[in-house]
């Protein structure tokens, strides 16, 4: 089943945002700052929407977590892909694909004109998934400035 996260899914997708991070980016998040930002998500203090899959059970499959922006000359919202993850179980069932049907369904019944993700140029195992979804590359590419906690 895939879903709109709830209150009740926080400590699997704080966990899910743990190991995706350590996972491919190396990095160990701290978990009181990410519960914090999944608690805003699934609160609603934030625009953005968290959407779990689940099996026949409830038992949590995987994670996607999406944002919105405005597109004047789309002249519709564009859903941008924040994070995918999927329990280490489930892969290479064809579970991704299945989250990125049920999310495109999902986006195209809201409106949104375009589903987006940015992924790191260097990361070939990403890039491959995607297009094997049918994502396709475009022209842009993701600057960023971090300035932390300046």
Do not use: C
């Amino acid at each position: 089943m895939f879903r709109k996260a709830v209150l009740a899914d926080l400590d699997v997708i704080v966990a899910s945002n743990i190991a995706l991070a350590a996972e491919s980016e190396g990095l160990a998040l701290d978990r009181v700052v990410v519960e914090s930002g999944v608690r805003a998500v699934l609160s609603g203090a934030v625009s953005a929407t968290y959407f779990v899959m689940t099996d026949d059970q409830d038992f949590f499959i995987g994670q996607a977590m999406i944002t919105k922006e405005w597109s004047d000359w789309r002249n519709g919202d564009i859903w941008w892909l924040q994070s995918v993850y999927v329990a280490p179980a489930h892969r290479r069932r064809g579970v991704f694909r299945k989250m990125y049907a049920a999310l495109s369904n999902e986006a195209k019944r809201a409106g949104a004109r375009s589903l987006r993700l940015y992924v790191d140029s260097t990361n070939a195992k990403a890039q491959q998934a995607y297009a094997a979804v049918g994502m396709k590359t475009g022209h842009y590419l993701l600057y960023e400035a971090d300035w932390g906690n300046e």
